[in-house]
């Protein structure tokens, strides 16, 4: 067995996420504290979680915000409520024609390499990986996976030209990172989540082995795992074949990072689009078991929270969160084309805008807020709203002069629904 020392930098590479973090978007900059708030209450349960405010370049550019901002709000927010552990702020899916825009500000990098997946393998490049990991050929047994993993030279190759143009890429970006940010050490993620099919364990375990070569020092790794993860509304798929894969990337990790003699605290990272009530508890005992890291990040669940304390708030709040929906129903195709593959709203599901605004904050909110079950509660208004935060961007200071205005009862729907909603349900609080 052979372990590798490619850390050239060590001190600036490596960076302490800890085993359990939480990434959260905070879309206006204004929510930070009501989400550390979430974490906090965990730590007085005995769960220490480490925030990471992420945020993609796609979301900035919808919202005119920059990365700046994250960092100021997250170190605002850090220091208001003496949060004395680490915390990142997280470069959300960056490439490189983006990364440079994030790289003083961020201290936590999501390298997005799904456009390079499937693009042929430079033969030189193939025919090393093929020899290298020509040792794991014929029956791959993967400890702790009871069945064994048939490994062709031919099933190797395959695997290899999907894979290694991707992976040398995140190489690329990885090393300009390290060369070029002055400003301390930094957490990596590889990310492959944004794609159609689903990485299966032999592929995860050969994807580790680039990435050992790459030399990445990844902390966290984001497969895509099988079925739908729709934006802020629960998991569409098999969850028992749900569990069988996360059950066996765990263990691939954990032989990897012996075999390859990667970072010991490697874990996945589980791209959720936020809310996946049904897979948390899965994820929350296969950790347990395993006794092993995660990383879930979330998107838009808190400017969901925002809208629904809105509409509570009554009044000229709820004039405007009306008028977003509105909004919303008339620029339908505009809103939700950059999502298309990450939603799946059913039109005929959802209330005209001339009925909301007969509706009440509470009707509103009921139908918004993510209660599994609820009578009220709409999945495909959740959705539709759940990318329509650009014209909230719209509103302009009016929106956030509303939510400074009603920022207690904004900040408490933020602090319930990801404490109650979803660091109770993983860790089992
Ligand atoms: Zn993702």
Redesign the pocket.
Known sequence: MRTRKFFNHPQKTIMQLGKYSFGTGDRFSMQGEAQLRAMLKAAEHGVAICPVWNKSNREHKLIGSNPESTRLAADRAVQNLGWNNPYFVDAD?INLSNVDFFMPHCNFFTIDVADYIGQPAEAAQLNAFIEKNKRFAGKLHIPGIGEEFEVSEARLEAIGQKFLTAISHAGIIYRHILHNKVNGPFVTEV?M??VQDAQSPVEMFFILSMIADEGIPANTI?PKFTGRFNKGVDYVGNLEQFEKEFEQDLQVIDYAVKVFGLPKGLKLSV?SGSDKFSLYPIIGRLIKKYDKGIHI?TAGTTWLEEVIGLALAGGEALEMVKRIYAGAINRFDELTAPYASVIDIKKENLPSPEAVNTWSGQQLADALRHIPGHPAYNPDMRQLLHVAFKLAAQEGAEYSRLLEKHKELVGSQVTENIFDRHIKRIFFI
Do not use: W
């Open positions: 899916h990310s989540d944004e984001a791209h990040k």
